[in-house]
């Protein structure tokens, strides 16, 4: 069975701080496909990042990076240099199938960026 | 571009009462479609998925269904709404090959 923790429930930082939410996920497919989103108090879920299994590369995106260590099974999420706008909580999530039918989210971590 | 929409956007249901949330995807063809709920301060549950017309897929037995009228239409339905029905729904479409799930604005339902 597939499952994603995200063991950091909330966490509470200053404006400019740097922060890394952790991910941990635990699966038997061979390929399968890891993703971050981010949900603000609006509600609707905006997507981030998917990473393949089969690509370990880290990826950056602004002040957003990513490291996907499969030997540890984590894909953590860095944010730098933090906003007040960062504030949401966000999501990792694990799906092993073609067609996304399996998806598993975690519980999610509540980011509070404090001005 | 792809753009998914969800209404209502807030519903407040006695119990007992039916239900029928409705999500609609515009500028794709022939999505997969998903509904999940998410009940207060908690992860997302995932309750149908649908890869095409009439196809439905339940995760989660419970007194919901689901349908897929048309290729882009996607209806949460329910004939009598219980307590523990009350979260937020979130309707999301993919396309194949492990892509990553768009989502919709969410409707909030409040079973009293």
């Known amino acids: 069975a597939q499952k994603v923790t995200q063991a950091q429930t909330e966490i509470s930082v200053v404006e400019k701080e740097d922060v890394t939410l952790d991910c941990v996920y635990e699966t038997r497919d061979t390929t399968y496909y890891l993703f971050w989103y981010k949900q603000p108090p609006s509600g609707e879920l905006v997507f981030l990042i998917r990473r393949n299994s089969f690509d370990e590369q880290n990826e950056i995106s602004g002040r957003y990076s990513w490291n996907f260590q499969k030997s540890t099974s984590s894909f953590n999420f860095t944010i730098t240099a933090s906003q007040v706008v960062d504030s949401a909580v966000y999501f990792c999530a694990l799906s092993g199938s073609y067609n996304n039918n399996d998806m598993r989210f975690g519980a999610g971590t509540r980011l509070t960026v404090k001005p | 571009s792809q753009t998914i929409h969800q209404w209502p956007a807030t519903l407040v249901q006695p119990v007992g009462s039916p239900l029928s949330l409705e999500c609609t995807v515009e500028g794709t063809s022939n999505p997969n479609l998903y509904w999940y709920r998410q009940a207060a301060g908690r992860g997302l549950q995932l309750l149908f998925y649908?890869?095409?017309?009439?196809?439905i897929s339940s995760e989660v037995p419970q007194n919901l269904s689901a349908s897929r009228p048309q290729d882009r239409q996607f209806i949460l339905s329910s004939k009598k709404l219980l307590l523990s029905d009350s979260g937020f729904y979130l309707c999301?479409?993919?396309?194949?090959?492990?892509?990553?799930?768009?989502f919709g604005p969410g409707t909030r339902l409040t079973v009293t």
């Open positions: 649908s890869v095409g017309i009439g196809q």
């Open positions: 999301a479409w993919s396309v194949n090959g492990g892509g990553e799930q768009y």
